[in-house]
């Protein structure tokens, strides 16, 4: 996976943390995790899931937190 691509990843994930943040507390893991599962095909997942693994730097704790909830897809 590029830079490019995980920073790209990083902002996506981020953003939709951020909108989230802005939702009651009880929501926010769950609708990030389900807006990720639904709208992101299994390839950005895998990919974000790597970066995670990684230590997932630069994402939101959010995101982090909404990881244990995303789906994470069968490796390549």
Do not use: C, Y
């Not at 995980?6 to 893991?29: C, G």
């Not at 389900?34 to 390839?43: A, C, D, L, T, V």
């Not at 950005?44 to 994470?72: N, Q, T």
């Amino acid at each position: 996976m590029s830079h490019d691509t995980t920073e790209k990843l990083v902002r996506m994930a981020n953003q939709i943390a951020t909108f989230f943040l802005s939702q009651p507390e009880a929501v926010r893991i769950e609708g990030v995790a389900n807006h990720i599962n639904k709208f992101w095909e299994p390839r950005m997942r895998r990919e974000l899931f790597e970066h995670i693994d990684r230590g997932g730097e630069g994402l939101l704790p959010l995101v982090m937190e909404a990881s244990r909830v995303i789906k994470r897809p069968v490796a390549a």
